[in-house]
Each structure stands twice: as C-alpha cells, then as structure tokens.
C-alpha cells in the first residue's frame, strides 16, 4: 500500500504547526531589535566569520540572490549593526563587519536562542534532536543543493 497520500497530509498539519512554533519562538526575540528571522542569521554569520565577508559571499552561502541579501544588509546598516569597510584595491568590494552594538544584540540574540533550543532538547532528548537535525542536514544535501545546482 502506498503510504505518500498519508505522509502528505501528515507532513501539511505539521508544516503548519511545528515550523510556525517553531519561527514563533526563535522570532520573538529577534524582532525587538527589527530583524527578520534572515537578517539575523546574516549578522551572526558576519559575526562569526574568521574573514570579512562580501555581500557577494553571503549571497552564494545562502543560495539568494545579491539583491536578496543587499535588502538585509540594508536593514542591519540602518541600525547601525553592521559596517562597511572597502578594499583599498578595490573600492566596489566592501566587507561587512559587526559593529560593537552588533555584536551585543548578537551576544543576547544567541543566548535567547540557546534557552529556547535547550528546553527543546530537555523535552525531546538529544537524540531525537541530533536525528532531527541529521534529517535537515540531509534534506539541505540532497534536496536544497541539488535542486539549486539544476537551476
């Protein structure tokens, strides 16, 4: 018997109802300092960044376009989250680095990101969340990268 009509409806109600917990509560918090879920994730990657990074490297790391991200980085400009430094070679590139105000929200947006992913694995357990994580690891793998490679 094919199980897909099953898995369908069953994965629709929890699309519906696990992934929208879940941005509820990981978005609580970022949106008291005017951040979107995405421009979040930006400015944490900038600030964790061993280099400077260009617009141009988080774009390809995301897999959207450079407007897509230049939208962000606005946001995080305006803000005042996120700076620009040119490259004396050339002045078109511009690396983007945190600003002290930056790094502080992204120091109180982890750590409010952290109690609520803890209390998601004390309930769960880290094996369901380790197995969790794996299935999105897989799904990006398979799915997102090769999907972005035939586009």
Do not use: C
């Amino acid at each position: 018997m094919n199980d897909t009509p099953k898995m369908l409806n069953d994965f629709l109600k929890y699309y519906s109802t696990v992934l929208r917990y879940m941005d509820d509560y990981i978005s609580e918090p970022i949106s008291q300092f005017h951040l979107t879920f995405d421009a979040f994730l930006i400015m944490h990657e900038i600030g964790t960044s061993s280099k400077p990074l260009l617009l141009m490297d988080i774009a390809a790391s995301h897999h959207v376009s450079r407007s897509a991200i230049s939208r962000q980085i606005s946001i995080l400009l305006k803000y005042d989250y996120v700076y620009q430094v040119a490259n004396p070679a050339d002045r078109r590139q511009k690396s983007l680095l945190l600003t002290e105000k930056g790094q502080d929200i992204d120091r109180q947006l982890i750590a409010a990101i952290q109690d609520v992913f803890d209390s998601w694995v004390n309930k769960l357990g880290s094996q369901r969340v380790e197995g969790m994580l794996d299935f999105f690891n897989d799904f990006t793998k398979q799915v997102i990268q090769v999907s972005a490679q035939n586009s």
